[in-house]
């Protein structure tokens, strides 16, 4: 991570957060940015945490009516 990043860094860099398995119970590390899931991970049971989709960074217009 460069010096110059800053604080915008860490709303780029991915978080390990432990859950639990709905299926076995078992504790699940995920990887998260702003709590969203960034990329599926599975359990030794098969269940499958999904991928949650980003963010966008694109800020949509209103529309004047």
Excluded: H, L, N, Q
């Amino acid at each position: 991570m460069a010096a110059i990043d800053g604080c915008e860094a860490k709303f780029r860099t991915p978080v390990p957060e432990e859950r639990i398995c709905p299926k076995c119970g078992k504790t699940i590390e995920i990887f998260t940015i702003r709590g969203k899931v960034t990329e599926e991970t599975a359990c030794e049971c098969g269940y499958v945490v999904p991928a949650d989709e980003p963010d966008s960074p694109v800020v949509e217009k209103k529309k004047e009516e």
